[in-house]
């Protein structure tokens, strides 16, 4: 238990944003913990409205990063995951719900109750709430990283509908929200974390 709590702090203190990469690819047993993390994550209702898009093609990481404000770190990584926030939730939502190990009463109350909430969401409403669970997902797949030794860096900054065309995405279905590049770090050395004090930002009721 101890090891485990140490290893976790471990994972959360030597994560960073690496923004120079070597010139080697991640190995698949590697790049497969990584997936499986973001797989695991929690979702409101379980509706996991995300994907995840590999891209290991170096020809496609400068494409990319050309999308991404020519950001070095994008071209010049091991593997860029994309991950998009699905809308088309409304469409799966009962067959998901009927294949959880739940009683046929309380699969047919969750219907009721939260048919009508996802209803009556429009396609920017789905957008916000599908990317609010991808963020989950998000952090997983980084601490993942760290946990391998790996560097990698969350990447906001690029033109989320010329990536939407990149990926011939359905837009009304599926946009992309945030890509996380992955690459063994150039150097080892951590930088020394910035962050507000606890006292500013924990508050006991
Ligand atoms: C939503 C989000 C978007 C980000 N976008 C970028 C980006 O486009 N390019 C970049 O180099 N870093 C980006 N970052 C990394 C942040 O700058 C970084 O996490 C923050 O400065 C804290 O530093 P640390 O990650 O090294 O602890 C982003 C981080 C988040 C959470």
Request: aromatic share 8%.
């Amino acid at each position: 238990m101890e090891s485990t709590k140490q290893a976790f702090q471990q994972i959360l203190q030597e994560r960073y944003s690496c923004r120079e990469f070597k010139d080697s690819p991640i190995p698949k047993e590697s790049l497969d913990y990584i997936l499986e993390a973001g797989r695991l994550s929690p979702s409101s209702l379980g509706l996991e409205p995300w994907r995840f898009y590999v891209v290991e093609d170096k020809a496609k990481k400068l494409e990319i990063s050309k999308i991404a404000n020519n950001q070095n770190h994008v071209a010049n990584c091991g593997v860029i995951l994309i991950l998009t926030a699905r809308l088309d939730f409304g469409e799966y939502f009962i067959d998901k719900l009927k294949a959880r190990n739940m009683p046929q009463e309380e699969i047919n109350q969750r219907i009721t109750l939260y048919k009508p909430f996802i209803d009556a969401m429009d396609e920017e409403q789905k957008l916000h709430y599908a990317r609010e669970q991808v963020f989950l997902a998000l952090g997983n797949l980084a601490n993942a990283v760290s946990a391998l030794g790996l560097g990698s860096c969350i990447i906001g900054g690029f033109d989320s509908n010329k990536l939407d065309t990149y990926l011939n995405l359905n837009i009304h279905k599926e946009r992309t929200a945030i890509l996380l590049v992955i690459g063994e770090k150039m150097q080892n050395q951590i930088p020394k974390k910035s962050r507000n004090p606890k006292e500013e930002i924990v508050k006991f009721l």
